[in-house]
């Protein structure tokens, strides 16, 4: 038992001293996105940020699984009478990657969630700052470019000639 105690207080240590390391330059970051407009839209923009995001949510997904599958061999091998104990070190490890893998996946995921949302406001900002001219001819291309644009841009600003 007391193994286990210090094996968690081992992870817990290099939990927190990761943690501190990683968040001190992430919240100077996400500062950066609540600057006005050039420096904030820039900063949602960067294609490092995306790659950041997609690839920690590719690793919590990994991880996930990964863990998922250990945990659910470990649980039938017991099913099967291959292992005495059910719930070890590893299940516990295991089931603790587990929940970190979700937990990581659903902030990264809500932030990208929060980028995509951002990017469509400002689009639609945009769109209501354009002016666009569209020659409608006979055959009818024109009025339904003209009906298609006006249903997908609402507020921006048509004029048929």
């Known amino acids: 038992m007391s193994s286990q105690k210090e094996m968690l207080a081992w992870y ?10 990683w968040i001190i330059p ?23 940020r995306k790659l950041y995001l997609y690839f920690f949510i590719l690793l919590a997904t990994l991880t996930f699984l990964g863990s998922t599958i250990f945990t659910l061999s470990q649980f039938l091998s017991s099913l099967l009478g291959a292992r005495n ?32 949302q951002f990017e469509l ?3 639609s900002a945009l769109a209501t700052q354009a002016r666009v001219v569209i020659v409608v001819d006979g055959d009818g291309f024109g009025q339904q470019l003209f009906d298609k644009l006006q249903g997908d841009i609402p507020g921006i600003s048509l004029q048929p000639i």
């Open 85 to 116: 104990n059910v719930w070890d070190t590893d299940m516990s490890l295991a089931a603790a990657y587990a929940l970190l893998a979700v937990l990581i996946w659903l902030y990264h995921g809500y932030l990208l969630n929060q980028d995509r």
């Open 26 to 48: 992430w919240f100077k970051i996400q500062r950066e996105l609540n600057q006005p407009q050039p420096i904030g839209l820039a900063a949602r923009l960067e294609q490092v």
């Open 121 to 123: 406001k400002t689009q």
């Open 12 to 21: 817990a240590a290099a939990l927190l001293a990761g943690l501190v390391v």
